[in-house]
């Protein structure tokens, strides 16, 4: 505080400054200390605020007083010449000087005068706050400024819904500002600005509103009613603007699209839906969606599962079996909860089945028939029931016996052509009725153009390497469907992808092996693929792999290191596609001293010679194997599963006699080494006719 001068009185006595202190709004006397004269001589009073070159305030004797337009009604003279101020301001505070000037005598031989410092103290104010309700988008941002006024100086802060806001990643406060960053629906709420000081406080709150779009609060829940209730789903959501509207799906379709729904459901207000008259094809998943026409409109989903008695459902006109099969007598039934129990009827009499040899009825209700004679002939009805009971029985549905398809011509075990070149395979069934003949490629459908001739063959007029593979003819009438296969090899084409890759992996190698495919006619070689799985499809790195090897050992690679592998085959007319890749992690390298490397290559060189004796095998012994062979198991295989032939041939042996083969028919066989607890990857495979006497050698198409 500084106070502007020190007082001499009239008499040579030092004054000092009075101070007063007074709350805002209540009355004050500021004390004029001087002498005054005591013979009635005349005199004025003037009071000056510091920093005020004039007076506010003066007072001559009998005449109303001279005063400022700030002090006007609040100011007038106390005593002889103290000051009176009412209802003081907080701009009222100062320094304040009283001067008394006697007329009758010289200014410089008689000077009163006095000071007096006013301190106004008033509570906390706002001279500036945010509006009551302020909207923001979601992803913005937005400020909320607040300026107090009151003495002492007021501190400044922010509360949201009563909590203290501190300065954050969210929320920046300074100086009685506060901003919000990276709005979100959660930032919704009551913001207050708190003023306070020693005198008081003041309180200011802000509604902060975010626009963006709904929210659901009340989620709707799964539920089960009964055939004919009324369903009723909740979905309650808030949004900002509130002017929201609620669709319902069925599934993935809007319940006013669903023909027999539609007349059935209606939306409430406050986005329940309802479900009259309730029917079992009303089940499934049902979808709310609030919108507000902001951003993307949220959903949640629930389920209604209804309960209804055991119904019979699109039971046929007619019952066809094939006679002389087994052949069944089906109640098609829904029913939830689940059927416990149908009852037949065979020609309006109730079926009594433990009359019938052979005949018995299944878990689901249907009857079972081992061998289907004209005793089933018949009209037959079935009433299912669960615990809610049965809506009836089925409608009548007589039973008719049908010739099952029969194969008059049936397709060869296999088939070699070239590529580009035409192929018939042979088909022809008959039936009554008469049957339909399509066919289908097992496994990966192809693409080539083939077609089916009108008594049933299959019929390729240019063959492509996608033919290649196993297919089925299906013979199909009302009663059944038969089957017959063949396999078709495509001759002349590249090879197709290696399968079965196994990677077995160390601290720094890796051995790689796979089961050879067709190799299109030709004699493939093999080259691996490798390459760091973080890195690009550019950065494969290619190992060729030695003439009739199925391994290859990788070295070099980077412990605990993900790698990925592949395998791809070539023979003369190019290369096939590339196998799957694999995926392995290298070891973390040890601390203590590593296990040895297992090793142990396939045998080499199998190849089938035939004889009068039968079928004579050999091969060559694994090139690499870290311990002593122990044997070798032989397998064979006439179709796609492989069988054992001999699984304890000895070590030392190195042929076998492949004896009472099944005549005409083609044989393929490999051979694997066993050491202690390991069996190696299979040797090459090697084919070979039984048809004939000559002793010749074979090689099947997989063969090196």
Request: proline share 9%; net charge negative.
């Amino acid at each position: 505080m500084i106070c502007p001068y020190v007082l001499t009185g009239a008499h040579g006595v030092r004054e000092e400054p009075q101070f007063v202190t007074a709350r805002a709004g209540e009355t004050v006397i500021l004390g004029c200390d001087v002498a005054h004269p005591l013979n009635g001589q005349p005199y004025v009073v003037e009071w000056f605020k510091f920093g005020v070159p004039i007076p506010f305030f003066i007072n001559f004797r009998f005449y109303p007083p001279h005063v400022d337009p700030e002090y006007t009604g609040r100011a007038s003279l106390h005593g002889k010449s103290s000051l009176r101020i009412e209802r003081v301001r907080s701009e009222d505070q100062g320094w304040y000087e009283c001067k008394v000037l006697m007329l009758e005598q010289q200014y410089h031989t008689f000077h009163n005068g006095s000071w007096v410092h006013l301190t106004v103290n008033a509570p906390p104010t706002f001279t500036d706050t945010p509006p009551q309700y302020v909207e923001a988008k979601e992803g913005g941002s937005i400020t909320l400024s607040c300026t107090a006024f009151g003495n002492p100086k007021p501190s400044v802060s922010w509360l949201r819904e009563g909590d203290p806001v501190q300065d954050s990643s969210k929320y920046k406060v300074s100086d009685g500002s506060l901003t919000i960053v990276s709005i979100s629906r959660e930032d919704r709420g009551a913001y207050t600005c708190r003023a306070y000081s020693e005198q008081g406080e003041a309180v200011h709150t802000t509604r902060l509103l975010v626009q963006g779009p709904p929210f659901i609060v009340s989620p709707p829940e799964n539920i089960t009613v009964n055939i004919s209730q009324d369903a009723f789903f909740t979905c309650q959501a808030e949004a900002y603007p509130g002017n929201l509207t609620y669709t319902w799906f069925w599934e993935e379709d809007n319940v006013f699209f669903k023909n027999d729904l539609k007349r059935r459901v209606s939306i409430l207000i406050d986005g329940s839906l309802i479900i009259s008259q309730v029917k079992p094809e009303d089940a499934g998943k049902y979808t709310c969606s609030p919108s507000n026409s902001l951003g993307r409109p949220p959903s949640a989903s629930a389920y209604l599962t209804v309960h209804y008695p055991a119904r019979v459902v699109n039971m046929p006109p007619v019952i066809y079996v094939a006679i002389g099969l087994p052949g069944y007598i089906r109640c098609p039934v829904d029913a939830n909860p689940p059927v416990t129990s149908v009852k037949w009827k065979k020609d309006g009499l109730p079926l009594r089945i433990e009359k019938y040899p052979g005949w018995s009825q299944m878990e689901d209700g249907s009857i079972r028939v081992s061998e289907v004679t004209e005793d089933s002939l018949g009209t037959y009805t079935c009433v299912p029931y669960n615990s809610l009971g049965t809506m009836g029985q089925s409608p009548p549905a007589p039973l008719v016996l049908k010739d099952p398809p029969k194969f008059l011509v049936v397709p060869g075990g296999e088939y070699r052509q070239e590529a580009g070149r035409e192929l018939v395979i042979p088909c022809e069934a008959e039936g009554d009725p008469f049957p339909n003949i399509t066919w289908r490629k097992v496994g990966k459908p192809s693409r080539s153009k083939h077609n089916v001739q009108p008594r049933g063959s299959l019929q390729f007029k240019s063959l492509s390497k996608e033919d290649h593979g196993e297919w089925e003819c299906v013979a199909s009438n009302v009663v059944t469907s038969i089957t017959a296969s063949t396999h078709l090899l495509v001759i002349g084409t590249s090879p197709h992808a290696p399968a079965k890759v196994h990677v077995s992996v160390s601290t720094t190698s890796a051995n790689i092996s796979w089961e050879p495919c067709y190799d299109g006619g030709f004699e493939q070689t093999f080259s691996v693929w490798v390459k760091r799985e973080q890195l690009g499809p550019h950065d494969w790195l290619s190992m060729p792999v030695p003439s009739g090897q199925h391994w290859l050992l990788v070295q070099g690679l980077e412990p605990e290191t993900a790698y990925q592998f592949s395998v791809l085959a070539q023979n003369k007319l190019g290369t096939g596609p590339f196998s799957e890749v694999v995926t392995v992690n290298t070891l973390v390298f040890p601390i203590s001293t590593p296990e040895p490397l297992v090793l142990l290559t396939p045998p080499r060189c199998l190849t089938a010679n035939r004889t009068q004796q039968g079928v004579l095998l050999t091969w060559i012994p694994p090139a690499n194997h870290t311990s002593p062979i122990d044997h070798y198991i032989m397998e064979f295989r006439l179709g796609e599963r492989w069988d054992v032939l001999d699984d304890a041939i000895p070590a030392g042996e190195t042929e076998l006699l492949a004896r009472d083969l099944v005549q005409e028919a083609w044989y393929e066989f490999r051979v694997m080494a066993v050491m202690e607890d390991h069996v190696s990857e299979p040797s090459n495979v090697v084919g070979v006719s039984s048809t004939g006497q000559c002793s010749e050698d074979f090689y099947s198409p997989y063969g090196f």
